[in-house]
Each structure stands twice: as structure tokens, then as C-alpha cells.
């Protein structure tokens, strides 16, 4: 059983147009554009239907989940949730960032570098206290999924909330530690997908039960995906992956056999190139195997400029003896080990091929290679490989082990934004994931399932 949760956060609010902290201060409603884009979010999602409907009871985004809803086709009742509340900044709300900066500079900065360290002296009647915003937010969205996920088995729910409390859904259904709040992006009105199965009730899901299908799909409010920051310092790296093969469309497993696009895979790689023809790009990398390079040369035709390189680091997993085979030929040959590739997938030696340990290591010495080289340059470039490559590196932006794998979907000729605003040496962010809007129509990832 399936359970299928729509992750929305508002619209701009009035203190986002005056970068004003906001927390549970319930001062600020929409603006107009805020408005607006939560009535596009509502045409986006307007051919779904949804079984419930749960919202933050704060102002900015009831307003907003009211909108969504008004554009619906029988929706369910709205149900304000106190769980999805946002982050309680209660000393900052209401104060310009900027006076923050100045007023508490080694908090900002602990804030923004250790959120999981961060705390403000709050003082209650039985005296002062020690109040930790994230580390609370975080055992927050855990109660959250306990009760949505037991309640709502095999259904689909749309939730409209907030920034924090949304990166923190996000990062508690993956099992992303809390140092890593500030790693996780969410966009005013922005759309993330998460898929559970087999969760059971009153249980957090375990690593192989839980997909992010997608994360801030922006393009419904006309914004391809979230621009550049001011003060950037590092690269932007666009992952994308390869167009499909006929392979990819029977379900046949490739792993490191050069199996070529199909006639959609060109085709959504041509789409691709047209997603990205005006993005600036500075760089471009690629496995060099047939499926991937052909979509890199296909959307560098909108870049002319640039050099493809190509790394052997990025191949995709080898998997041995199972390449060229269906599932059902491999629950022949090797009965139970399937099963086992799906729930446990970090326990699979492939016969004759790689484990997930070693598609790992590989992905974060190309990984590695490929950032180092742009540190401290606030460039763009794109890196073109396969499924389980850009899953691997995925969950390292995240310091996840394999056992991880299966938490970030990535279709045929999706795009996923990783920045590193602060070089380096500092936790990299994770913009949008898994894009294919530019694929399809709706937010729904419809590529190819099944074996890599």
C-alpha cells in the first residue's frame, strides 16, 4: 500500500516581501502575488484528488490552503493541524533579518551554520530554559508523520505549511539529520512529493519506504527553479539524468551495457536542453556511456561554448551477471536476491558486478573531483549520468548510507539543482529535485520505472 503526500508551502506572506523573521507570529497574511501563486498551485494539483487536506492554522498559510482548495474538484475538508506550525523564533519574530544579523551575530551565524546546535534563553515563569527551535521543529514532524501516516494508509494527502516545518517533513521521512536543516530548500508555493509504503502505524518509514518523488517544483508559478543567491561563493551543479532507453521503457536491466536513447529518450533530452537553453552554464561533465553522453551533446547544442568532459567515475552500477535480464529472469536465477535489491539494498552484492558500496565511493570521488575544481567559483555547469550514480550522490549531499537508496527518485531527463552558497567547505543545498515539469504536464514524475 502507497500512501502519496503533496507538500505545499505558502505564498509569499507579507514579512517575505519585508525579509522579516516570521515564526509563529501569526502578524502576516498573502500578498498579492502570494495570492496568486496559491491559486496556480490549486490550478497544478486541480487533477488529483486528494483524501484529506491538512494545513499550518497560522494565517499565511490557511489563506493559502483555502485558495489551493478553491480551485479543486471536490476536495475534502480543510483541516487546520497545530503539528504543522512553523519553527518557534519567538526572540526574532517580528525583527528585519537584517536587525538579527546585527542584534545576535553569533547566533545568526550558529543558526545558520549549526541549526542543530542553535538555541535562545527563553525565560518562563520557573525561570530560564534552554529552548532548542530546530531539534523541537524536527520531533514535531515526527509526531506529524506518526499520526498522518497511520491515519491515511493507501491515500493521498496535500498538506500546506511552512519553510521549517516543511524542510523538516522532508528531512524526517528520509532520515536526514538535523544539522542538515538548512541543506534542504522550500520555495514560496513550492511543490515536493513524497511516496511511503508499508509503514507501520505509528511508525516513522524505514529507509527503503519512503521516496521523494520530487522537491520545489516552482515552474507552475513561472519560476524554472530558485535563482542564484546573492553572495553565492560556490558552483551550482545541474544533475541531471540521462534520457530513456528501450531498455528502461521493457524494464530490462543495463547497468554498464552501452545501451543508446530511444526515440523519447532524444526527446526528452531535447526537452531538457530547452528547460536549460537559457540558463548560463560554465561547465559540463558525463558518464561516457551512449545514454548519457547523447543527452549532454543534446543540450549543449544551446551551449556551443562548452566542452563536454567526460569521467569514467560516473558510469552507471555494474550489475554483473543481471545485465540484459528482466526480473523474472532473475528471481530464476538467484531466487529471494531481488526481493532482497528492493527492501535491503546495501546487503546486494550484484553476481559478478558492483555493490552499492562501491557505486558510492565512486560517485563521491567524481563528485568531489567535479566541485573542487569549481570552488569558490560561483558558476553553473551540468552533470549528466545514470539512476543509481545521481542517487548515491544524492544522499551524500546528506551524509546517508546506502541503505538510503532508494529515498531520491530520479526519471529519465529530470533536472536536480544542487548550490553550494558558501564554497565548499560548507554543507551544500539542495534546491529541487527531480524536475520533470518540463517533461510533462502536472507534477507527477510519469518516467519509465523499474530497473536502471
Known amino acids: ?64 490552503a483555502e485558495l489551493v482548495v478553491s480551485r479543486l474538484n471536490n476536495p475534502p475538508q480543510l483541516q487546520p493541524a497545530e503539528l ?67 491515519h491515511h494508509q493507501d491515500e493521498t494527502v496535500l498538506i500546506v505549511a511552512h519553510n ?63 535563482s542564484v543567491r546573492p553572495g553565492h561563493l560556490g558552483p551550482r551543479i545541474l544533475l541531471v539524468r540521462h534520457g530513456e532507453t528501450e531498455w528502461n521503457r521493457n524494464g530490462q536491466f543495463q547497468g554498464q ?42 543540450i549543449l547544442q544551446y551551449h556551443p561554448e562548452i566542452e563536454l568532459q567526460l569521467d569514467e567515475d560516473l558510469w552507471e552500477i555494474s550489475h554483473g551477471l543481471w545485465e540484459g535480464k528482466f526480473e523474472r529472469e532473475i528471481e530464476e536465477l538467484y531466487p529471494g536476491l531481488l526481493q532482497q535489491w528492493k527492501v535491503a539494498p546495501e546487503t546486494v552484492q550484484m553476481p559478478e558486478g558492483e555493490n552499492l558500496q562501491d557505486v558510492w565511493q565512486r560517485a563521491k570521488v567524481a563528485w568531489e573531483r567535479i566541485v573542487k575544481a ?28 546506502p541503505q538510503h537508496f532508494w529515498n531520491f527518485k530520479q526519471g529519465n531527463g529530470a533536472v536536480t539543482v544542487i548550490d553550494y552558497p558558501n564554497g565548499i567547505d560548507a554543507d551544500p543545498v539542495l534546491e529541487a529535485s527531480n524536475i520533470t515539469t518540463h517533461l510533462f504536464e502536472g507534477i507527477l514524475d510519469k518516467t519509465a520505472a523499474g530497473a536502471l
Not at 486528494?50 to 489563506?63: G, H, N, T, V
Not at 530560564?128 to 497511520?150: C, D, N, S, Y
Not at 520555495?187 to 520530487?214: R, W, Y
Not at 560561483?378 to 543509481?388: E, L, N, R, S, Y
Request: hydrophobic share 40%; charged share 25%; proline share 6%.
Open 1 to 64: 500500500m502507497t500512501t502519496r503526500v503533496i507538500l505545499v508551502r505558502h505564498g509569499q506572506s507579507t514579512y517575505n516581501a519585508q525579509h522579516r523573521i516570521q515564526g509563529r507570529l501569526d502578524d502576516s497574511v498573502l500578498t498579492e502575488k502570494g495570492s496568486n501563486a496559491a491559486y496556480q498551485v490549486g490550478e497544478t494539483l486541480a487533477n488529483l484528488t486528494f483524501d484529506a487536506i491538512y494545513c499550518s492554522p497560522l494565517k499565511r498559510a490557511k489563506q493559502t
Open 84 to 150: 504543522l506550525m512553523e519553527i518557534d523564533l519567538r526572540l526574532w519574530a517580528g525583527l528585519l533579518r537584517q536587525e538579527v544579523i546585527e542584534k545576535y551575530p553569533e547566533d545568526y551565524q550558529a543558526w545558520r551554520e549549526r541549526p542543530h546546535e542553535f538555541f535562545m534563553v527563553l525565560s518562563e515563569p520557573e525561570g530560564e530554559k534552554k529552548h532548542f527551535p530546530v531539534l523541537a521543529l524536527f520531533e514535531q514532524a515526527r509526531q506529524f508523520w506518526r499520526e498522518i501516516l497511520t
Open 164 to 226: 521549517g516545518i516543511n524542510r523538516c517533513l522532508i528531512a524526517t521521512a528520509l532520515g536526514i539529520e538535523p544539522k542538515y536543516y538548512q541543506s534542504i530548500q522550500q520555495s514560496n508555493c513550492g511543490i515536493s512529493v513524497l511516496n511511503f509504503s508499508d509503514v507501520p502505524p505509528g511508525e516513522l518509514p524505514k529507509p527503503a519506504s519512503v521516496q521523494l518523488q520530487s522537491m520545489n517544483l516552482t515552474d507552475h508559478v513561472g519560476t524554472q527553479f530558485p
Open 257 to 298: 551495457i552501452d545501451v543508446p536513447l530511444n526515440d523519447n529518450g532524444r526527446e526528452q533530452a531535447r526537452k531538457a536542453a530547452e528547460f536549460l537553453k537559457n540558463v548560463k552554464l560554465d561547465f559540463a561533465f558525463s558518464s561516457p556511456l551512449l545514454r548519457p553522453k547523447e543527452t549532454a551533446e543534446i
Open 374 to 401: 569549481y570552488d569558490k567559483q560561483p558558476v553553473t555547469g551540468i552533470v549528466v549520468a545514470h539512476d543509481a550514480i545521481n542517487k548515491a550522490i544524492l544522499a551524500q549531499l546528506f551524509n546517508l548510507p
